[in-house]
């Protein structure tokens, strides 16, 4: 019962925290996020996700510097590495997720955190807690299916009217600084793949891999989407 209690507060003061931090990343406005899949046949495989806020170095520096904006307190760098060791404690206890990893550069502020997933429900499970924990859910419905037996990898994607609301609510001036931030996503695959969905991706020459860089806005909006259904040769 004590474990649970310190688990509770762990995720509390993790959500108190990275609300703040979420403050300093709307604000600088500039970044990228990149998210990259490796998939074996058998439906296991390694996910790295990627925050980048280098774009805004010097903006996100500077308001890290403040105590506070608009009444929220701004995390120091040692709460952020704290908070962030918190969330890959929780991926460690996540069945079917092992070799956690992070990496963090607070010179060109970089956030870096992989791990190994054995099946694709799993993988699913690595996307819900990053999103729940860093309150970055811009979907209503974010989930992957992989059927080794028709070979079909698919990801299904409907973006939240919530976000939508939430974004607007920053204002235009705010909201534009928004214009060169994107969404990348790299799937791999040890099979070439035989055909793939959505328009705005691109296959890889040797046909083994799917690159998809979106818009943010795209994303929030609802002009883009992460959805695709990908098949693979037998």
């Known amino acids: 019962m004590k474990g649970i209690f310190e688990l509770k507060g762990q995720v509390n003061r993790l959500c108190v925290a990275l609300c703040a931090l979420v403050m300093v990343f709307t604000l600088s406005g500039c970044f990228d996020f990149v998210e990259q899949i490796d998939l074996k046949p058998n439906g296991s495989g390694h996910i790295a996700a990627t925050l980048n806020l280098s774009k805004s170095k010097t903006k996100v520096s500077s308001l890290m510097k403040m105590k506070s904006i608009k009444g929220i307190q701004i995390p120091t760098q040692a709460e952020i590495e704290k908070e962030i060791r918190a969330a890959v404690q929780l991926l460690k206890q996540t069945k079917g997720i092992s070799n956690v990893q992070y990496q963090t550069d607070f010179t060109n502020f970089i956030v870096n955190i992989s791990c190994d997933f054995s099946q694709i429900e799993s993988l699913n499970a690595f996307s819900d807690i990053l999103a729940n924990r860093f309150k970055t859910k811009i979907s209503n419905s974010n989930r992957y299916y992989y059927n080794a037996q028709t070979n079909i990898f698919e990801r299904k994607f409907v973006a939240s009217n919530t976000w939508k609301a939430k974004f607007n609510q920053l204002g235009s001036d705010n909201t534009a600084q928004f214009a060169d931030a994107f969404?990348?996503?790299?799937?791999?695959?040890?099979?070439?793949?035989?055909?793939?969905?959505?328009?705005?991706?691109?296959?890889?020459?040797?046909?083994?891999?799917?690159?998809?860089?979106?818009?943010f806005t795209d994303l929030v909006y609802g002009k883009s989407t992460l959805a695709n259904k990908i098949t693979l040769t037998k």
Request: positive net charge; charged residues 25%.
């Open 183 to 215: 969404y990348t996503q790299i799937i791999r695959f040890e099979k070439p793949l035989a055909s793939q969905e959505n328009s705005k991706a691109k296959v890889a020459g040797n046909k083994r891999g799917v690159l998809l860089k979106l818009l």
